[in-house]
């Protein structure tokens, strides 16, 4: 069943209110005395708890807008409790046997205190229990008879939330990018990355990912326990067994630990790029450093200021002709010969570039004349009189003729011609033909045959 439905509308008023922080560190005080307790917590012992909360931290309650003039005169702690349980935060239940009022945290409520405890706190070892769990529970699946494909997908939930952490944390990266930025000077800048990205990245997650002792040597024998599990044929056929047995047939244990492999194929793509962003955000702070360093100390740095305020400035000619008076540019500390400006070359005009086109003369009427004599010389009678004329067995060989002049040499040509057409009466077999040089003629030895009609 869904949580979502059971949620009051009064209970997102906590968001919209004055009194929001002090509203959620109650929520989490009762919330962590509910640990030490074996039951409810009775409505006197969470005014002692939002008491002691007071005591220590001493805020100041504002009013609400559905608060009255009566509930104003109550105390802190009990304006607290009454809040809360008015808008769904907190549940009251009677219990008329022993005459006690006991308050219950809702599961839905649970559901956000919980994150609020992860919003308020480090929240900087999660990928360390993450991966203990993978492979403390990866450990007994192996090694324990009576467990159960349960646990597999135990172990493929934190190999995705494990995941997910390091996605968080690739990307809130880039708000430290952007905090460096804003540093105006050398030492904002070292306070910034030794306190801010040092402490909240390196020491306290990006290490994790690292030691020697930690992420890389339980990955390791998590894909070792893997592998040695799918190459067991003998050991998946009993998992098998033992899950049909208990009607557990929604997943398969091989897909799961596929699964949970993958998962940690794309964990190592992620540190990959962990390590990249890392990379970048030292460069980016040794640059920053160099630029403030540069720009307080060396010429190139006073350059760029004095170019900045010059830009700055409505009135530029008169800016100009001060600096003029009082610097001389052409030094060679600030001025060198590749800042100089140089009139680039022209490029040269590709169509001039060109060489004239050598035109190939047209064929003139006696050229003409002779190549259509070619085609119309002969017709087609007088193609298939010369193919009859030399075929044997229905077959003529070219080889076996003797061409004596250009006529027959001229006929044997367009008898090929005539033999590709579609309507010919010959065809030519398909086949490597050689090459016939006979009386100063050359041609294949091709062989003409009749089609079948």
Known sequence: MQLRSEIPDTFWSLFRSVNREIYIEALLCINDEYQFSNYFLTREVCLQVLSDMNARKRFELKSEESETETD????????????????????RIEDYHTLVTNI????????????????????????????????????????????????????????????????????????????????????????????????????????????SDNFYIYKMDIKKFIREMRENEEWIENVRRCARAMGDTRDDVVELLDLIERGFDDIEHRISNMDKEHTKYV?????????????????????????????????????????????????????????????????????SQLEAEVETPDLNKEDVLKLNRIQMR???????????????????????????????????I???????????????????????????YRYPALSFVRKSV
């Open 378 to 412: 002969y017709s087609k009678e007088q193609i298939e009189e010369f193919i009859e004329a030399h075929m044997k067995d229905e077959i003529m060989e070219v080889s076996e003729l003797e061409i004596q002049n250009e006529e027959e040499f001229e006929k044997l």
């Open 414 to 440: 367009l008898a090929y011609d005539y033999s590709t057409r579609k309507n010919s009466r010959y065809g030519v077999l398909e086949e490597e033909a050689g090459i016939v040089e006979k009386n100063g």
């Open 104 to 211: 219950v945290i809702p599961d839905y409520s649970a559901v956000f205190i919980e994150a609020f405890e992860r919003l308020n706190s480090d929240e900087l070892e999660e990928t360390d229990i993450y991966i203990q769990n993978v492979y403390a529970t990866l450990f007994s699946f192996r090694n324990d008879p009576r467990s159960s494909l349960s646990m597999l997908r135990t172990a493929l939930v934190n190999t995705r939330r494990l995941n997910k952490a390091l996605q968080d944390m690739l990307h809130n990266m880039d708000k430290f990018f952007a905090r460096l930025l804003d540093q105006e000077s050398y030492g904002d800048v070292l306070r910034e990355h030794l306190e801010g990205y040092v402490e909240e990245i390196v020491r306290k997650k990006y290490h994790i990912l690292k030691t």
């Open 283 to 351: 460069r980016a702070t040794v640059t920053r450093l160099n630029y403030l360093l540069s720009g307080e100390s060396d010429t190139k740095g006073l350059v760029v200021q004095l170019l900045n305020k010059m830009s700055a400035q409505e009135d530029k000619e008169e800016i100009f002709q001060k600096t003029a008076e009082k610097m001389n540019l052409s030094l060679i500390e600030i001025l060198s010969e590749k800042s100089l400006y140089k009139r680039r070359k022209s490029r040269k005009d590709f169509v």
């Open 72 to 91: 104003m005169m109550e105390t802190p702690s009990l304006r607290i409790l009454s809040w809360l349980l008015k808008t769904g935060w907190l549940k």
